[in-house]
């Protein structure tokens, strides 16, 4: 007796084999509609006031390197564990009321959302009168409060965690979201959640050199070495010890127009506004194919005269006339626009500050920086190794504390006294305003349960040695200074 085939279970068969097919077809269209979105449709989210715009527009840091909407919004649900408190502003992130993301975060939509880091990341910060005032955010200053470091760890740590998965984390989006559409679901559960989990692997692996650098604490950052490790792929578990250490303050952005020409960065290594604001935004995530130099100008033209808050307290107007009259005899010619030494760089063997971020800015990596945004018009050609760091411009210095490059002095009145008599630990991140020594308070380590960051100057790169100017003038006449200073 021959084998027949069934009729009833053909049908069947054939319906699987078409279901399956079916299944293959509709997951090729939604990968290659997913990487070919950004061609097709690329929408950021722009805001027509310029402040809100500065705070919350896109540079071009999401297509690439940005994080999916909802994934990022659900991080701190997933990992509170990974977090120093709740949510991101535990970290010093800034959230407006009135706003979805915190200052310094933006959002695209490259066929799903996703969220990217702006200039105001780094340029955005707070000020309280008293312990008891409101915080008042000021665009455009140093990131004060922002713990950058923290968040480049947590973004590392959620990255390995087993709890990254698809099935642990759709129903957190979905409480969250109030529920995705079916292509949705498809493209997080699929492609968004795994592929930004190896993403940040992968960026965690490169910048694990953090974990062996000293904490940066809030208002730093560590401008250059990100750059070797994720845009030139430099071997970072071989890089001597003093190049591997560069952490600076964040500085303050207003008042571009008379910089123009000025060294800039603190070792003075680039003399364009224009390469250093292109350089600024691939250290928040933007890429030379992903740059929006329409929005980036915008931001550009903002700052280019934008003027510096003015000191809102009371100033001891003849104590300060006796100040300027100290100030242009001792700190005029390096500080003041216009100064015979205002923007030019101090050889370190004369400044005597700490050296690890001249260091760790090398001529390897200046000869690497000035390939980058080759084939375009704006490739990089300024930048240089120098032997120091840049006298900068002392306008609105009453907001740009702690002081020194690297942010190891708390206040100008301490930054007057001879290194071994400055504090050598104090907190950073605490926002209310020292109006006697100028800077902010730096004696609280603790207010309403907060933590804040002690700085230890006896760490690597944290040095408060060095710029010794004006240390021997009379008690009276450091003091005239300083009140003189408040109105710069």
């Known amino acids: 007796m021959t084998e027949q085939t069934n009729p009833t279970l053909l049908p069947t068969s054939i319906k699987g084999v078409f279901q399956r097919i079916w299944v293959v077809i509709v997951g090729i269209i939604a990968v290659a509609v997913f990487f070919l979105w950004p061609v097709l449709s690329n929408s950021p989210v722009d805001y027509a006031d310029i402040e809100n715009h500065f705070k919350y527009g896109s540079i071009g840091s999401e297509p690439i390197n940005g994080i999916p909407y909802w994934i990022w919004k659900v991080l701190p649900e997933l990992f509170p564990d990974k977090l120093p408190g709740k949510g991101y502003t535990s970290l010093g992130f800034i959230k407006e009321p009135d706003k979805d993301l915190p200052i310094g975060f933006s959002q695209r939509r490259i066929f799903i959302d996703r ?14 009168n008293t312990p008891n005032s409101e915080h008042q955010v000021i665009t455009a200053m140093p990131a004060n409060v922002v713990n950058l470091q923290g968040y480049i760890k947590f973004l590392s740590t959620v990255g390995v965690d087993e709890r990254f998965t698809a099935n642990r984390m759709l129903p957190e989006i979905e409480k969250i979201s109030g529920g995705l559409n079916p292509i949705e679901k498809l493209l997080y559960r699929f492609i968004a959640i795994p592929q930004t989990r ?7 692996s490169r910048l694990n050199f953090v974990e062996k650098q000293p904490d940066w604490g809030p208002g730093r950052v560590d401008t250059f070495n990100p750059y070797k490790a994720i845009q030139f792929h430099f071997p970072m578990d071989k890089l001597r010890e003093d190049e591997l250490i560069g952490t600076s303050d964040f500085p303050s952005v207003w008042n571009q127009k008379p910089r123009e020409g000025l060294q ?13 604001n292109k350089s600024a935004a691939l250290g928040a995530g933007v890429t030379p194919t992903t740059i929006d130099l329409p929005r980036i100008q915008r931001v550009a033209d903002w700052l280019w005269e934008l003027p510096p808050p003015k000191y809102p307290y009371e100033v001891n107007e003849t104590i ?3 100040g300027e009259q100290l100030f242009q005899s001792n700190c005029a010619s390096c500080h003041a626009f216009g100064g015979a030494y205002t923007g030019k760089v101090v050889p370190i063997q004369e400044i005597g500050t700490d050296p690890h971020r001249l260091d760790s800015y090398t001529y390897k990596t200046m000869s690497n920086q000035n390939t980058l945004y080759t084939g375009y018009p704006w490739r990089f050609k300024n930048f240089r190794k120098t032997n120091g760091y840049a006298n900068m411009p002392l306008d609105g210095v009453w907001l740009r504390g702690p002081y020194l490059h690297n942010g190891s002095v708390p206040t100008l009145r301490d930054l007057l006294e001879t290194p071994e008599n400055r504090p050598k630990e104090f907190y950073r ?38 710029h010794l100017y004006g240390t021997d003038l009379p008690t009276e006449d450091k003091n005239a200074l300083v009140e003189y200073m408040k109105k710069l």
């Open 198 to 204: 190896d993403a940040l692997i992968n960026q965690g």
């Open 115 to 128: 969220v990217g880091l702006n200039c105001a990341v780094c340029h955005t910060g707070t000020l309280r």
């Open 264 to 276: 800039l960065h603190w070792d003075g290594n680039n003399t364009s506004v224009d390469e250093r």
């Open 429 to 466: 991140g605490y926002d209310v305003i020292d109006r006697a020594k100028v800077g902010f308070v730096s004696d609280v380590g603790v207010e309403n349960g907060k933590q804040y960051f002690k700085f230890d100057t006896t760490k690597p790169g944290n040095s408060n040695s060095g």
């Open 320 to 322: 300060a006339a006796k």
